[in-house]
């Protein structure tokens, strides 16, 4: 799963070009659960949050989509997610699902596709990714600064 994460990472990175100014966290012992990302979108008013990432393969409807939020993560969103503009994005197959941070508890355990699709902010199809993330992005850390 950690390397899934990861490919994930280094392609949206490289899809997002020079529409985000991107800084990779690291995991460590002084800052566990901080999201993947910090980013700053570079048009629209210079919008700043967080990014968790979160990969699995494609599943039936059927079976649970193997994604956690690990205890560490909840302990950060618990803190920050109502300061910073804080989400979690997470890649199925070639959907990808982006929840607002605040709701990191409806992922406390591996749930449905069903549960993604309800709980999500928006829905991105892979080939619209990289025009609706910027947008959905910019649009909801700028509510979310001011206040609305």
Known sequence: MIQRELK????????????WLVAIHMENRLNPGVPD????????GHETGWLELKAAANVSPKRKV???IEPSQHQ???KYA????????IQVGTKYYLIDGRKHNCLIDSVFEDDLKRNSLHMFEDD????ELTAV?????????NGF
Do not use: C, N
């Open 76 to 78: 950060w969103m618990l």
């Open 82 to 89: 109502h300061r910073v503009p804080t989400h979690i994005l």
């Open 128 to 131: 619209a990714l990289v025009q």
């Open 66 to 68: 193997p994604i956690k």
């Open 37 to 44: 990302l910090s980013y700053v979108i570079v048009d629209q």
């Open 8 to 19: 994930f990472r280094r392609e949206l990175i490289i899809r997002m070009g020079g529409r």
């Open 137 to 145: 992005l910019s649009d909801r850390t700028r509510r979310e600064r």
